[in-house]
């Protein structure tokens, strides 16, 4: 298929959706200008400690984890691919007077806009079923870190999209390891299910094998593999809130989410 088309398919429905999105609950920006942090658990432990260190967000949305960094010392660099979200981003950015870059451009071209090599490369929620090959994002990655710098993502598990959630109930239809690209058309977004907007989007599924290959063939070393039956997310069908404050299906039968922690190795 013409990739290019696809890319620009979905940064056309990433513009759409970003009015949607900061006028949402679900990202609740009122809060956020007020002080409220956008990250969740998982990366807040991975990560620990982010003062005076230099992070690239990559895929950051209009920004507020990559601001969320920043408040907490970071010295941050967000990417997107979305004209509209770089452009609120740039304005939260000011209003919250700090002092993160943001960058407009796909993922897998960010050494052709930043020359760069950062500490922390992050990214999470969403992210690398954008892509159609995982192997040049990761090299991307490992161009942009510094030796010994560490890379992490935490991710919705790729057994996850095996299913078709236009669906009621949602139904079995996806490869673990498709290589052919799943194109959907729905109204509304994750964000608003009644907003007017059609979105349309291409998508490829990567298991889990696929992600630390990539990464490992691109020069990274492991430092661990989790997965998760619970998401901070309340984004998939029939899932509950638990104790802790987090969602998970009646039955655990697999996981929501994965995280993966790397570090580049030194020369």
Same mark, same amino acid.
């Given at each position: 298929?013409?990739?290019?088309?696809?890319?620009?398919?979905?940064?056309?429905?990433?513009?759409?959706?970003?009015?949607?999105?900061?006028?949402?609950?679900?990202?609740?920006?009122?809060?956020?200008?007020?002080?409220?942090?956008?990250?969740?658990?998982?990366?807040?432990?991975?990560?620990?400690?982010?003062?005076?260190?230099?992070?690239?967000?990559?895929?950051?949305?209009?920004?507020?984890?990559?601001?969320?960094?920043?408040?907490?010392?970071?010295?941050?660099?967000?990417?997107?691919?979305?004209?509209?979200?770089?452009?609120?981003?740039?304005?939260?950015?000011?209003?919250?007077?700090?002092?993160?870059?943001?960058?407009?451009?796909?993922?897998?071209?960010?050494?052709?806009?930043?020359?760069?090599?950062?500490?922390?490369?992050?990214?999470?929620?969403?992210?690398?079923?954008?892509?159609?090959?995982?192997?040049?994002?990761?090299?991307?990655?490992?161009?942009?870190?510094?030796?010994?710098?560490?890379?992490?993502?935490?991710?919705?598990?790729?057994?996850? &999209?095996?299913?078709?959630?236009? =669906?009621?109930?949602?139904? +079995?239809?996806?490869?673990?390891? $498709?290589? #052919?690209?799943?194109? %959907?058309?729905?109204?509304?977004?994750?964000?608003?299910?009644?907003?007017?907007?059609?979105?349309?989007?291409?998508? &490829?599924?990567?298991?889990?094998? =696929?992600?630390?290959?990539? +990464?490992?063939?691109?020069?990274? $070393?492991? #430092?661990?593999?989790? %997965?998760?039956?619970?998401?901070?997310?309340?984004?998939?069908?029939?899932?509950?809130?638990?104790?802790?404050?987090?969602?998970?299906?009646?039955?655990?039968?697999?996981?929501?989410?994965?995280?993966?922690?790397?570090?580049?190795? #030194?020369?």
């Amino acid at each position: 298929m013409n990739l290019k088309s696809a890319f620009d398919i979905n940064r056309k429905t990433w513009n759409k959706k970003v009015a949607i999105h900061a006028a949402s609950d679900f990202y609740d920006v009122k809060s956020f200008k007020a002080g409220k942090s956008s990250l969740k658990r998982y990366e807040l432990e991975a990560l620990g400690t982010v003062s005076g260190k230099s992070l690239l967000h990559l895929q950051c949305h209009f920004g507020q984890d990559t601001l969320s960094w920043s408040r907490m010392g970071a010295k941050c660099t967000g990417v997107d691919i979305s004209e509209e979200a770089i452009k609120l981003a740039r304005s939260l950015n000011d209003d919250l007077k700090l002092d993160a870059q943001f960058v407009c451009c796909n993922v897998l071209d960010v050494s052709q806009h930043i020359s760069e090599t950062f500490d922390i490369i992050f990214t999470s929620y969403g992210v690398i079923g954008w892509l159609p090959d995982l192997r040049p994002w990761a090299q991307m990655i490992s161009e942009r870190l510094k030796p010994g710098g560490v890379f992490y993502i935490v991710e919705f598990h790729p057994i996850v &999209w095996m299913f078709d959630y236009l =669906e009621t109930p949602p139904k +079995l239809k996806y490869g673990y390891q $498709q290589k #052919e690209p799943i194109y %959907e058309e729905y109204k509304g977004t994750y964000a608003d299910e009644n907003a007017s907007m059609i979105s349309k989007e291409y998508g &490829w599924n990567h298991g889990l094998g =696929e992600v630390i290959t990539s +990464l490992t063939e691109a020069g990274l $070393q492991i #430092e661990f593999l989790r %997965e998760h039956t619970t998401s901070p997310y309340n984004i998939f069908p029939d899932l509950t809130k638990n104790n802790e404050g987090l969602f998970e299906l009646p039955s655990t039968h697999y996981p929501l989410l994965f995280e993966v922690k790397a570090i580049k190795k #030194e020369p």
